[in-house]
């Protein structure tokens, strides 16, 4: 089988980018990524200050780092790093998701540097990275390994990857599509395609062949009682992977 070229799927990025203003509505299409951002970004803030030696407590406990948000879409996660202290860069194959971003980070008076580009171009120009993230993106891109490998080359020397993503599971499918999709509507229908998901054991494999090792698996739910989301062991649906560079390089090929 000839191998994809491309980590761009253009129905899905078609999909994201007519969301236009729509991503920064807490009540509208982009809701659920709104009502799981706290707890990525308590989770990223633990990680990273763990991994990188920094204070928790300070006011800007991720500043000096050099973090690449993948998929950035309109800046959910970009700005809220940025308010932490990190350098960010975020990219979006859709334009038009980068031009919301950029004028919403001007509105909040924040620099951040964001791209209209894609995972293999940055890597080919030799980028490199404290921390790259792939958050709620591995099941929207078109040859999975093909996009770990290239983001695997941006994390630099002692850097970490943070991907998050749904695991594909029969819970996964009566939760986060036939729940989230069609009686909740917490999601346009057609967001998800549940054979796109990808197993926790799918997705360490292709990031051990890309050169990383994980160090952190851990997963998220949806908490009806309190009406909120929060980590979990769980792993059956929602859930985080952690990996550094290996000890011992592997093949990237």
């Known amino acids: 089988m000839t191998e994809v070229k491309t980590t761009i799927d253009p129905e899905e990025v078609a999909r994201f980018e007519a969301l236009g203003e729509e991503w920064w509505d807490t009540k509208g299409k982009m809701a659920p990524l709104h009502a799981i951002n706290p707890v990525r970004l308590a989770f990223l803030r633990d990680v990273l200050v763990r991994r990188f030696g920094h204070d928790p407590r300070a006011m800007r406990p ?34 038009g998701n980068v031009d919301i971003a950029r004028l919403h980070a001007e509105g909040s008076g924040l620099s ?18 404290d921390v790259v993230l792939a958050l709620e993106v591995v099941e929207h891109v078109a040859d999975v390994a093909l996009f770990v490998r290239q983001a695997a080359r941006m994390v630099a020397p ?23 999709e069609y009686v909740l509507r917490w999601l346009p229908r057609g967001t998800h395609h549940w054979d796109k998901f990808v197993t926790p054991e799918e997705f360490e494999a292709v990031l051990a062949v890309a050169g990383l090792d994980v160090t952190e698996r851990l997963g998220m739910v949806y908490d009806p009682f309190a009406g909120e989301w929060r980590l979990a062991a ?20």
């Open 158 to 180: 002692g850097g970490l990857f943070v991907g998050s993503t749904l695991n594909r599971t029969a819970k996964s499918f009566a939760l986060a599509i036939v729940g989230a």
């Open 62 to 95: 991720l500043k000096g780092l050099r973090i690449l948000d993948i998929g950035c879409g309109g800046g959910l996660l970009s700005e809220p790093l940025a308010r932490m202290g990190a350098e960010v860069t975020g990219i979006d194959p859709a334009p």
């Open 112 to 129: 951040i540097d964001y791209r209209a580009a894609t995972a293999e171009e940055l890597a080919a120009a030799g980028e490199s990275f």
């Open 234 to 253: 769980d792993m059956d649906v929602n859930y985080f992977i952690v990996a550094s560079p290996a000890a011992s390089p592997r093949s990237k090929l």
